[in-house]
């Protein structure tokens, strides 16, 4: 499994471009000897961006995770492994998608800590965010209740960090949210990236991710409707 450097990065705003080489091309895209792009991945789209190369050049469209991380395209055969490239991520895309992100700890930690919800599935998409919450009593929602605790938490300049923790760390922690799906990860990986906002939110993942909450601009909840028993699908800009 190729290693996913952008977790190297943080914060995960305006990315650096970064030269590298190809190191294979199939009939979609390209894959390249490293890649610092985000694969789609928890909700969060993957990078976009372009790739150019001594007499050739290529928008990629949404990077896709996998064995190897891929670089869709539409003529991958202008480049051949081996070519030395450059790769600029576009991070205009990057960065909404990174306070995006970020905003759905934020909402997911206070959505648990206000009525016990947990979060069951989310989905970033350009301008907006939906999250799909199981409460044990979801009639106590309260959308512009809800919004505020957000707001406020975003207002409180809280700093983000990254931390590399071992399983029973992670497993044995009071505070710590959203472990169920460790079970997924490999049990070889034995380490694994916690991101914690301070006095917010902890838990593992792998997304892009602000330094501080005050980068991100305040919520506002469009719409929430059934999913189900017990379940809200959850619209927010
Ligand atoms: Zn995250």
């Given at each position: 499994m190729q290693e996913k450097l952008h977790m190297t990065q943080h914060p995960g705003t305006n990315p650096p471009a970064f030269r590298t080489s190809v190191s294979g091309v199939t009939d979609d895209g390209i894959y390249l000897t490293e890649s610092y792009c985000y694969p789609r991945g928890g909700g969060q789209p993957g990078d976009i961006g372009i790739l150019t190369g001594s007499d050739k050049k290529s928008e990629f469209t949404e990077v896709l995770g996998g064995e190897n991380i891929l670089h869709p395209m539409e003529n991958p055969s202008i480049f051949s492994s081996g070519d030395e490239v450059l790769c600029e991520i576009d991070s205009i895309r990057r960065n909404r998608n990174t306070k995006m992100h970020t905003a759905q700890h934020v909402f997911s930690a206070l959505a648990n800590e206000l009525y016990g919800a947990e979060t069951v599935g989310n989905q970033i998409s350009d301008g907006y965010t939906r999250i799909d919450l199981l409460f044990p009593d979801r009639d106590q929602f309260n959308a512009e209740d809800m919004s505020e605790a957000v707001n406020d938490a975003l207002r409180s300049n809280s700093d983000v960090s990254i931390h590399e923790w071992d399983r029973s760390r992670i497993l044995s922690h009071?505070?710590?949210?959203?472990?169920?799906?460790?079970?997924?990860?490999?049990?070889?990986?034995e380490i694994l990236r916690v991101v914690e906002i301070e006095g917010i939110d902890l838990c593992p993942c792998g997304g892009t991710h602000v330094s501080n909450t005050s980068d991100i601009e305040n919520i506002t909840i469009t719409n929430s409707r059934s999913?189900?028993?017990?379940?809200l699908r959850i619209t927010y800009e």
């Open positions: 009071e505070q710590m949210r959203h472990t169920k799906f460790m079970d997924r990860i490999p049990s070889s990986i999913k189900g028993a017990g379940k």
